[in-house]
């Protein structure tokens, strides 16, 4: 067992903390809170240095590396908060032209909401009548989508996946409960027959539930092809009884993100507390602030854990947990920063507020955070 | 970064898991938890059959009895005694854990011929005289004296929370051997006798209703010079060693049981409808989370340990790490028991009932081996280098 970093991912981990220190520092991070907007120059810069190719085989041209690798790089993208459809560009590497390079920015429908929806070039997904929302984080916009993205046990099953049987209960029950069902138990059903089927992107990739009723022709997603083809051919199918679908590798990442942010707050704040004084010493010394930053290190470290292993086994459970740990350590991170730099921290001028804001969307981005928990509530059955 | 297991871990998991399933059926069942006597016999006994089987002292250094295995291999040792259901290394907590592995790192050759291979043979049970009324959690406090007297120092004090101390042949044991000296360098090592004249043992009641610790006094016990592990004075740093094992390894093998018990709740609470309540199912489903991760967090530092050269297995000493681990397990134990009555309603108030007696014995785990206030000191401190104060 060596679940621990090579010196290879080491320097991987180095080489784009370098890359972003260089593109994307303090300061840039300010220029764009002030004037939102995609720096099409950058993604090219990313795209070259491979950050959406690193999962692509070398002989698409791609980096020809493995998830945990990835979660590496997107832990350093979220460490600096950078802006755009990183996760559904990447996702699209290989599938959409020009992707892997940076030349085409790609976004996804993920949990009812699209992030950069009038910014990007294509689209994963079914936004149709998708309404812009006065997003909290100033570099995120994003879009709520009013149709979410569906997709069922029955459909798992006319497209050739197979459904364990632990997890078949669940999506049996959101079955009989008809159009309206959003069982969370039927999304772990979902998520565990596809990646037991080893077809990750496939099942997960069915989206909408009138494409699928339909003739199969609106069924997209992202590069979930050979699900769909599954489905299309599967002309009876015409149940609506379907729930949620989000790649587990978007969650995975998403998750990755989040865990910047938590390690990278809790490096803002112990900076702080080192160096404000007040009543005459360094705030750190306060055994109050000293429990926040202690706190903030305990969830970063349990939920990198978490993630890294996730990374590893890409097991829908480790996935979930992943998750959840790491949308608590981001968002309760963000927050105890907040509050160790005290009034300074409520300014706008603190970097502070825009990690918070950001790990809000992120929290969002793969449907409720409820569906991770029941998922792991489903895992204890299994 | 990975997961697998060579294959000789493989092997070895194998091995020890035709093992265990040809002793266990054979076991004595459990004493009554009241009945320390018998529970010293009994562990005891399972520790001399590891050792009749060559799984003493796993983690120990070769040079120290040990079987000098990796720490992966250890994990896996925990893993598999636990999914078992082995009994838990229970009177031998403290000699297999904590005093030995001091006694290993920092013992002379004599030392650890006297006392390491009792140990491992499951021959002597030893217990921890840290703690005392006036110093728990503010350890170097203590105020129980040693003056020199020739070639022994006569103890006098007492000590308090004291875990087995009923049934201990020997007693980790720390001194003040310089009153005037700076609190953290007046303080000695001691092995202490438990028969030696002087002695008196009180049991405590736990909130739990049991006798598992005790109150020592203390009177004029004379305990040989021979007995002092590293220097006079230097019992700070010697306990630093013992305390960072406590934390750093003590509660792995618990993880495993924790995910059991888990298992067994969403099991129970799907048995009596408790499983229908969305709230309850995502709680647990909370829980999966974060046993999933301590065990992951488990793996980390253990291959972390095993790549630095240090863990158990080498002789090296656990990082401040096992503070992070142990802060967030003790919660999580709580947590887990919590969730517990929950699932059992109105039972969770029988004390007969599974689960009701680990859920108050749980409330120990925040406050044993170091608070949780004093361990986010000691992240704070240590790990994130903020200043000291108070």
């Known amino acids: 067992m060596r679940f621990r970093l090579t010196d290879d991912q080491r320097a991987l981990r180095d080489g784009v903390r370098g890359l972003l220190a260089r593109r994307f520092d303090g300061a840039a991070l300010r220029t764009a809170a002030d004037a939102p907007g995609l720096d099409r120059s950058l993604w090219r810069e990313l795209g070259a240095a491979g950050f959406f190719a690193l999962r692509l085989p070398e002989r698409d041209g791609g980096v020809g590396l493995g998830l945990p690798e990835t979660v590496l790089a997107f832990e350093e993208a979220g460490r600096v908060l950078l802006p755009g459809p990183l996760v559904a560009t990447h996702l699209a590497a290989g599938k959409v032209a020009g992707a892997a390079g940076g030349e085409t920015v790609v976004t996804a429908v993920l949990g009812g909401l699209v992030e950069w929806l009038a910014g990007a070039d ?45 997890v078949a209960d669940g999506a049996d029950a959101v079955s009989r409960a008809g159009a309206a069902a959003t069982d969370a138990g039927g999304v772990s059903g979902a998520g565990a027959a596809a990646t037991d089927a080893g077809g990750v992107s496939g099942a997960w990739a069915v989206t909408g539930a009138d494409g699928v009723s339909g003739a199969g022709a609106a069924v997209t997603g992202a590069g979930g092809v050979s699900g769909a083809g599954g489905v299309s051919g599967a002309g009876g199918v015409s149940e609506v009884d379907v729930v949620t679908g989000v790649d587990p590798v978007a969650v995975l990442l998403t998750a990755a993100e989040q865990l910047g942010t938590a390690g990278r707050t809790c490096e803002l704040a112990v900076q702080h507390a080192r160096t404000r004084e007040q009543f005459g010493r360094p705030i750190g010394a306060f055994q109050a602030v000293k429990h926040l930053c202690a706190g903030m290190l305990v969830r970063t470290e349990v939920a990198r854990a978490a993630v890294y292993a996730a990374a590893v086994t890409v097991e829908p459970a480790d996935i ?14 963000a927050r105890d920063c907040l509050q160790v730099h005290g009034g300074m921290g409520f300014t706008w001028e603190s970097e502070v507020h825009l990690h918070l804001k950001r790990a809000w969307v992120r929290a969002r ?17 299994a | 970064m990975d997961l697998a297991h060579t294959p000789e871990e493989e092997e070895f998991r194998v091995r020890l898991r035709e093992w265990l399933a040809k002793v266990l059926p054979a076991l004595p069942p459990k004493p009554s938890p009241d009945d320390w006597p018998a529970r010293r016999a009994y562990d005891l006994g399972w520790q001399r059959m590891l050792h009749d089987a060559g799984y003493a002292g796993l983690h120990w250094p070769v040079d120290a009895g040990g079987r000098g295995a990796t ?27 904590h005093a030995g592995p001091t006694i290993a790192a920092e013992g002379t050759a004599a030392q650890r011929a006297r006392w390491l291979p009792p140990v491992l043979r499951g021959e002597e049970v030893w217990c921890q005289g840290f703690s005392e009324p006036d110093a728990g959690s503010d350890l170097a406090a ?59 043992v009180r049991p405590l009641r736990t909130l739990a209703g049991s006798a598992e610790f005790a109150e020592v006094f203390l009177d004029d016990v004379r305990v040989p010079v021979a ?24 509660f792995v093998g618990e993880v495993v049981a924790c995910r059991r018990v888990l298992a067994e709740l969403a099991v129970a609470a799907r048995q009596n409808g408790h499983w229908d309540d969305p709230v309850l199912r995502r709680r647990l489903g909370r829980l999966n989370a974060e046993f999933r991760a301590l065990w992951r967090l488990t793996q980390w530092n253990v291959s972390e340990a095993e790549a630095s050269g240090g863990g158990t297995g080498g002789g ?5 790490g096992g503070s992070v681990f142990k802060l967030r397990y003790s919660h999580a134990r709580q947590e887990l028991y919590d969730a517990a009555a929950d699932v059992l309603g109105p039972d969770s108030l029988d004390l007969d009932r599974p689960w009701v007696l680990d859920r108050l014995s749980a409330l120990s785990y925040t406050i044993a081996a170091g608070t949780s206030q004093i361990q986010r000191n000691i992240v704070a401190e240590r790990i994130l280098g903020l200043p000291k104060g108070r």
């Not at chain 1, 981005?365 to 059955?381: I, K, Q």
């Not at chain 2, 250890?74 to 403290?94: M, Q, R, S, W």
Request: proline share 8%; charged share 25%.
């Open chain 2, 71 to 97: 720490p992966t291999q250890h994990l896996i040792f925990l893993e598999e005694t636990e999914k078992a259901g082995a009994p838990y290394v229970g009177a031998n907590f403290v000699g297999l854990l």
């Open chain 2, 142 to 200: 203590l105020r129980t004296r040693a003056r020199r007297d020739g070639d022994h120092y006569v103890v006098n004090g007492s000590k308090i929370w004291t875990s087995h101390a009923e049934v201990a042949d020997w007693c980790e044991l720390l001194v003040r051997t310089d009153p005037d000296a700076p609190r953290h360098r007046g303080i000695t090592w001691l092995a202490m006798p438990m028969d030696a004249p002087g002695i008196t």
């Open chain 1, 320 to 333: 979930a947990a992943a998750r959840l740990l790491a949308d608590e350590a981001a968002v309760r991170g």
């Open chain 2, 227 to 250: 007995n002092r592990v590293g220097d006079e004075n230097d019992g700070w740093r010697v306990t630093m060693v013992t305390l960072s094992f406590e934390r750093g390894t003590a």
């Open chain 2, 316 to 320: 090296g000493v656990p990082g401040v």
């Open chain 1, 122 to 166: 294509v689209v994963q997904g079914d936004a149709e009548g998708a309404v812009p929302l006065r997003s909290v984080d100033p570099l995120t916009p994003v879009h709520r989508v009013p149709r979410v993205p569906k997709f069922s046990r029955r459909v798992a099953e006319a497209a050739g996946v197979p459904v364990p049987p632990a």
């Open chain 1, 365 to 381: 981005r793969c449907g409720a955070v409820t569906e991770s928990e029941e998922l792991l509530a489903a895992d204890l059955l």
